[in-house]
């Protein structure tokens, strides 16, 4: 024996106010749910909480889409899932560029093979239908369209309808990123025709991060099983996935899923269809408007227009004077209060306000605007 | 809103006892840590637990590689980073099958463009060095070599010094899978040469399912870094998951990390530390043997021979003139007793009795003893 055992204790996270752009506020009733007792992945009291959460999740989603599930992982595996069961090496991709998010899509389809057209708009504008229009126009032969609905770099909203509609009539198939919308702002599936979607436990749902609930129709699921090659990940082969999350037939081993966590995210599932989908949009709605005149109030300004702005994720130009870094610092260790720093090009411009799920409740919204103000000196 | 909430109550898990294949028995203490405040993936405070968590598996891995952590999915994805970062389109790969879960790795190789050659060995036998020796003979460019040290499809122990040494001689880079053994046997990753390792959480550690720690040694890093082509992983690229886990220098965001969970698995690590892994891996054989006596005082024989006989993993026939799923459903019914099925050839015709961590103890020895000798009524 080299190594000797370590003397360390367990691990007392501080309680912190989670305002960044996730993971937000989780509920004591989901961290309870998550602590109940482990029971087999393939245990019957299992499988009923399985094709319960896929009914929740449809819920959320507003789909009717069979292929429903969580998958194993946080939302970059789910995003993965996505490219690499849709695109085949040398398919063609219109993708949306207007934040990180959008850019790791690129990288995706880059590593399955297949062949990126990219539509880029500004950091903190929405996804501009007339160049997607234009892209395609361009690009006759492209088989994926994918975009993020909301940006969580940047807070902007696109408009899905709109840029699926487009897709559609092109004969393509879209995918879209909803891992800050769902939950927080209407995501409606099938109404938009969206054929992949993929999303996140820990935004606007309130659970802990490391799953990804995706959604897939039957267009989708058609092009998977049509494939010349195989999916190049096995974890993520939505042909061997599905042996085990379909529920038709014998439910096969391949994967050990992840139990606990599984429990909380059923819980935050339940918790939202406790309260209605249009009563979380508007809770959403109003948390925004209230954070959003305080900040104003204060002279801080918004980066997105009105028009395209998320509620739940509120970009903010850092104010004049203020260090980015030191006043974080100061909001986590005087006010145990998270926000989030800018990405990429906005980093160090802009703070990234987190109203999500949980997080969007007056009580957050107060000690926010007062801790800010604060820390502005 | 065309798809109404649906009424759908909180999930209450029965209470049972594990002793399949795994997940194993979590103890309340790691429950009670997966249920502490979420906080930020990017927290100061979440910075040292992870560094802790490193630490503490460096120790079970018996290893001073720095690039020792946890990946944030199941032991198949641990697996996959390990294929996915290592081999690159048409290297030959040496891969043993004596399982379930080697052939899951010649899959990987397949999938990663690698070009595998495989040494078969009958399920429930353990990986015979001289069929190793052999193929390295016949294919002098193999450039790296895998196979799994605790076949949990089996039961059945390999030689990892001895293969890893064959390996080492012939230039080779050692992938092995310990999913099953982290913890309940000797994993000695640098005594025994072991280039990349990647385990589970579930097992032996007794923490809840979906993390898997991993460790990659210098000849590994070397190998990634001097790619010509891209992994084909974004979420596995060593390259990105670096960034954030290294700890050197500035802590980039790649993906969000499954906060809680580690929690869990950090809690997890503190006490094996505390019971120390000399006591851990006799808890195992002492239990092991405790139960193999009973079993076979009730006539029932095991597949694997003592001499490769995992103690965790429990290989035995199903005993003539009894049903296997009814006596399983019983089992689950009337015991709230899990044990597992046989898979793949051995389907139907074995179970795997798990002794694996905190369900390691003699009361769950007794209380199977008492449950299967009742099914086999």
């Given at each position: 024996?080299?190594?000797?055992?370590?003397?360390?204790?367990?691990?007392?996270?501080?309680?912190?106010?989670?305002?960044?752009?996730?993971?937000?506020?989780?509920?004591?009733?989901?961290?309870?749910?998550?602590?109940?007792?482990?029971?087999?992945?393939?245990?019957?009291?299992?499988?009923?909480?399985?094709?319960?959460?896929?009914?929740?999740?449809?819920?959320?989603?507003?789909?009717?889409?069979?292929?429903?599930?969580?998958?194993?992982?946080?939302?970059?595996?789910?995003?993965?899932?996505?490219?690499?069961?849709?695109?085949?090496?040398?398919?063609?991709?219109?993708?949306?560029?207007?934040?990180?998010?959008?850019?790791?899509?690129?990288?995706?389809?880059?590593?399955?093979?297949?062949?990126?057209?990219?539509?880029?708009?500004?950091?903190?504008?929405?996804?501009?239908?007339?160049?997607?229009?234009?892209?395609?126009?361009?690009?006759?032969?492209?088989?994926i369209?994918?975009?993020?609905?909301?940006?969580?770099?940047?807070?902007?909203?696109?408009?899905?309808?709109?840029?699926?509609?487009?897709?559609?009539?092109?004969?393509?198939?879209?995918?879209?990123?909803?891992?800050?919308?769902?939950?927080?702002?209407?995501?409606?599936i099938?109404?938009?025709?969206?054929?992949?979607?993929?999303?996140?436990?820990?935004?606007?749902?309130?659970?802990?991060?490391?799953?990804?609930?995706?959604?897939?129709?039957?267009?989708?699921?058609?092009?998977?099983?049509?494939?010349?090659?195989p999916?190049?990940?096995?974890?993520?082969?939505?042909?061997?996935?599905?042996?085990?999350?379909?529920?038709?037939?014998?439910?096969?081993?391949?994967?050990?899923?992840?139990?606990?966590?599984?429990?909380?995210?059923?819980?935050?599932?339940?918790m939202?269809?406790?309260?209605?989908?249009?009563?979380?949009w508007?809770?959403?709605?109003?948390?925004?408007?209230?954070?959003?005149?305080?900040?104003?109030?204060?002279?801080?300004?918004?980066?997105?227009?009105?028009?395209?702005?998320?509620?739940?994720?509120?970009?903010?130009?850092?104010?004049?004077?203020?260090?980015?870094?030191?006043?974080?610092?100061?909001?986590?260790?005087?006010?145990?209060?998270e926000?989030?720093?800018?990405?990429?090009?906005?980093?160090?411009?802009?703070?990234?306000?987190?109203?999500?799920?949980?997080?969007?409740k007056?009580?957050?919204?107060?000690?926010?605007?007062?801790?800010?103000?604060?820390?502005?000196?």
């Amino acid at each position: 024996m080299s190594i000797p055992a370590p003397a360390i204790a367990s691990f007392q996270p501080p309680r912190r106010t989670l305002m960044g752009p996730g993971p937000s506020d989780v509920p004591q009733r989901i961290l309870d749910a998550m602590a109940r007792p482990t029971i087999g992945h393939l245990d019957p009291a299992f499988t009923t909480m399985m094709e319960e959460t896929k009914t929740l999740l449809r819920y959320a989603f507003q789909t009717e889409n069979k292929l429903t599930f969580p998958v194993s992982g946080p939302g970059s595996v789910g995003m993965e899932s996505c490219f690499v069961n849709l695109v085949e090496p040398g398919d063609k991709v219109i993708v949306c560029v207007n934040g990180v998010f959008g850019g790791r899509m690129v990288e995706n389809v880059k590593r399955t093979g297949g062949v990126p057209v990219i539509v880029e708009d500004a950091w903190g504008a929405p996804v501009d239908p007339a160049k997607v229009e234009a892209a395609f126009a361009a690009n006759p032969d492209a088989k994926i369209f994918a975009f993020v609905h909301a940006e969580t770099s940047t807070g902007a909203l696109s408009d899905a309808a709109a840029l699926a509609a487009i897709a559609r009539r092109h004969g393509a198939l879209t995918i879209m990123d909803c891992v800050t919308s769902l939950g927080g702002v209407p995501v409606l599936i099938d109404e938009w025709g969206i054929d992949a979607a993929y999303s996140g436990s820990q935004k606007c749902l309130s659970c802990t991060p490391g799953i990804s609930p995706v959604t897939f129709g039957e267009r989708a699921i058609a092009k998977v099983k049509a494939r010349k090659t195989p999916v190049q990940s096995w974890f993520m082969d939505l042909n061997l996935v599905l042996g085990y999350w379909s529920g038709e037939g014998k439910r096969t081993y391949h994967h050990t899923a992840p139990i606990n966590p599984l429990y909380g995210l059923h819980e935050a599932l339940v918790m939202l269809a406790e309260e209605g989908l249009e009563n979380a949009w508007a809770r959403h709605r109003s948390m925004h408007e209230k954070l959003r005149d305080g900040l104003e109030a204060m002279g801080i300004q918004f980066v997105v227009d009105e028009a395209a702005r998320l509620p739940q994720l509120n970009s903010v130009y850092i104010p004049d004077g203020v260090d980015d870094a030191a006043a974080r610092t100061r909001l986590i260790n005087e006010f145990n209060l998270e926000i989030g720093a800018g990405l990429g090009v906005l980093a160090g411009k802009i703070w990234r306000i987190g109203l999500m799920g949980y997080s969007a409740k007056q009580e957050n919204v107060d000690y926010c605007l007062k801790a800010v103000k604060a820390v502005m000196g």
